[in-house]
């Protein structure tokens, strides 16, 4: 079968070879895959939010447990606090009680104070100037909040608050939401920073850690939550601020106490572990012990706190790399298509899938809970679906034009019941060469020149493609495939691209409808005048390589091997004995539905190794007593029995029509013996 392309088509042609070839097609998903999903999040509000989310789970879920923080206490200005009849109003809080904290706080021991209340509002003289005096000659760090006009806090609000501090440390503090969902995730370390004075403003939690001397982060972090150690132990003891007095003091003493409010309805922020409460009403039923807990609405001291403990422990969550995560996500994307590009069933990718996409879960989950390493999940987890898809889009496109190749390929040549099995397996055909077990088919049609001297050239067309047509259709009919035409004769195989278990079986019965067909045709056009021959016929089987041969630009599904070259030279042996069919032993061993006489062992031209044949019998002939004397006639040449010649020449007196008694009956008279025949031509 031989398949051309248009010459003017090479270039095209080697553009589509670089361009659709699998390498290339893979390495173009992976790294379209892996570049778009790398980039999706800063460009797409949802791809973030969805990254952001994954992160809140496993805070949420996995956070690792962690025994109660033994250096920070929180004291807390509760309802029941600001509603003691000593408070003669709730807010601002009331600032002798504030002094009268600290100081009690100082002679316990305590390490450092932070106080998360923003004093930038006068309340009573006398009270206002008690805490100043408290704050101005603190032997420990004293460290009250800090704002400035980015909270509101300007003109006379800032001096009021300039008054308070004096030169104590502040902290700035105002804590970071997520403009998505007003969520507290990062911790800002610095805020701000005098070109002039080298001054840095440090958030209220970094400021309090540098007083103590320790190392502060430069750049702002994802806050490392303090996880419970279990359901009923909070992070941090809390200690209601009316209740300190009368505590002992041994529970302050090297603490970091951190003073601030601890109510429902101020000064409560969401935190990756909240669930979203229904309405606002169900938020302010519920206590703050129980805000805590069920939906994650921590006080602002609290998320101090957790931020506090972060840095004077050096526990801080580990970001992914921006290399490494594009590294993940292209990794992601090389499995996608790793799962998708074999051609295995539907349920069994979406399994394969699943138990990686389950895998890498599991890794996240852990590696972040044993290390606090944050990996990404949900961009790896795209990519690696989109790769899948596209991997999917582009095996179903090879498959057809594969398909189609085949069909194209192959429709002419072979019947239509391969042609649609390897439509629906095309993977039982393999492309470049393979060794197969082959019979073949070589035809020839006697007289041919004689013929073409006689007639017209489109009087010879008509005539040889009626015939060509017929001994296709025979080939096909039989499972057989057509590999050329040669002039007036055909070279056909039986198994490939599709073998049956009676390729042999199919070949001779194939040749024997052939010699039928050829013998009707040659009558039609020998009674209109046109001396039509007979058809030769060679059969034989043997290993082969089949496959496509040639160059990019011409080839051919051919064979290749010594056995074509033995089937062709078996055709042209039928000349020299005047039979039309000639079987090798080979094929006939391998046939069981066909009845031989033998021939000879026949040595072909440039061979040394004899070929035993066999001419195949029609069923009129099978038993029959002409075939009987012909058979025991042979085996007295085949035993070089010198009855050999007188029984020929009484065999070709009774049946004269038999060409092949007579040719042995000549041989014996030459005085050849045996059944060992060299032929001297092709």
Avoid at 341 to 358: C, D, E, H, Q, S
């Amino acid at each position: 079968m031989t398949n051309e392309l248009p010459e003017g088509g090479r270039l095209k042609q080697l553009l589509s070879l670089v361009f659709s070839s699998s390498g290339a097609w893979a390495a173009a998903i992976i790294l379209l895959s892996g570049a778009f999903f790398s980039a999706l999040p800063s460009y797409l509000p949802l791809a973030r939010s969805l990254e952001v989310w994954s992160r809140d789970i496993r805070i949420a879920a996995v956070t690792p447990p962690e025994p109660q923080s033994e250096d920070i206490i929180i004291i807390s200005l509760t309802d029941e606090t600001l509603d003691l009849p000593q408070f003669p109003y709730r807010l601002p809080v009331d600032r002798t009680f504030l002094a009268g904290l600290v100081r009690h706080l100082e002679s316990s021991g305590v390490r450092a104070i932070g106080i998360d209340i923003l004093l930038d509002r006068w309340t009573e003289e006398a009270k206002d100037a008690d805490l100043m005096e408290v704050l101005h000659n603190a032997t420990i760090p004293v460290l009250p909040i800090w704002g400035d006009e980015n909270v509101g806090v300007e003109g006379l609000r800032l001096e009021i608050l300039e008054q308070f501090v004096g030169d104590a440390p502040t902290g700035f503090g105002l804590l970071l939401h997520d403009r998505a969902d007003g969520t507290v995730r990062i911790h800002r370390p610095i805020w701000a920073e005098a070109e002039e004075e080298g001054d840095i403003t440090l958030s209220f939690p970094a400021a309090i850690a540098a007083a103590l001397g320790y190392e502060t982060p430069d750049e702002s972090h994802h806050i490392a939550w303090r996880g419970r150690p279990n359901e009923e132990t909070m992070p941090f003891r809390h200690y209601p601020a009316h209740f300190v007095p009368v505590l002992p003091s041994e529970w302050f003493e090297g603490k970091i106490a951190l003073i601030g409010v601890d109510l429902v309805d101020i000064d409560r922020h969401r935190t990756p572990m909240q669930i979203r409460a229904r309405t606002r009403e169900d938020i302010q039923r519920l206590t703050p012990a129980e805000l805590r807990r069920r939906y994650g609405r921590i006080p602002g001291i609290e998320v101090h706190a957790h931020v506090l403990s972060q840095i004077i422990g050096g526990r801080f969550i580990t970001e992914t790399p921006d290399a490494i995560r594009v590294l993940i996500i292209l990794i992601m994307a090389a499995l996608g298509m790793i799962i998708a590009a074999p051609n295995r069933p539907l349920w069994m990718k979406l399994i394969v899938a699943g138990v990686f996409t389950v895998a890498y879960i599991a890794t996240i989950v852990m590696t972040y809970r044993w290390s606090l390493i944050m990996l990404p999940v949900i961009m790896p987890g795209m990519a690696l679906l989109v790769s899948a898809a596209m991997t999917t889009v582009l095996v179903g496109r090879q498959e057809r034009a594969k398909r189609a190749y085949i069909r194209s390929a192959f429709s002419k040549y072979v019947s239509p019941a391969v042609v649609a099995r390897l439509d629906k397996d095309p993977d039982q055909l393999v492309l470049g060469g393979e060794r197969r077990e082959v019979t073949f088919m070589f035809t020839d049609l006697a007289g041919f020149t004689s013929m073409s001297e006689s007639l017209t050239p489109s009087e010879l067309a008509d005539i040889i493609n009626e015939y060509l047509d017929g001994v296709g259709e025979a080939v096909l009919r039989h499972g057989g495939t057509i590999d050329k035409f040669i002039g007036d004769g055909m070279m056909s195989f039986f198994g490939a691209p599709e073998s049956f278990d009676d390729d042999p079986d199919r070949a001779v019965a194939c040749a024997m409808d052939l010699d039928q067909f050829s013998e009707e045709f040659g009558k039609k056009w020998r009674a209109q005048g046109v001396p039509v021959g007979m058809t030769r016929i060679g059969i034989h089987t043997g290993p082969a390589i089949v496959g496509n041969f040639g160059g990019q630009d011409r080839f051919d599904y051919t064979a290749l091997g010594d056995v074509v070259n033995a089937a062709s030279r078996l055709e042209g042996a039928n000349k020299e004995f005047g039979t039309r069919i000639l079987v090798s032993d080979e094929t006939r061993r391998m046939t069981e539905n066909a009845t031989y006489r033998p021939v000879g062992d026949i040595v072909l031209v440039g061979k040394d190794e004899a070929i035993v044949s066999f001419q195949p019998l029609a069923d009129h002939e099978i038993g029959s007593k002409r075939v009987s004397l012909y058979n025991k006639n042979f085996e007295l040449i085949k035993n070089q029995d010198p009855k050999a010649q007188d029984a020929f020449r009484a065999y070709v007196a009774s049946y004269p029509d038999d060409v092949l008694g007579q040719y042995h009956l000549k041989r014996l008279e030459r005085g050849e013996t045996g059944t060992r025949i060299v032929l001297t031509s092709k």
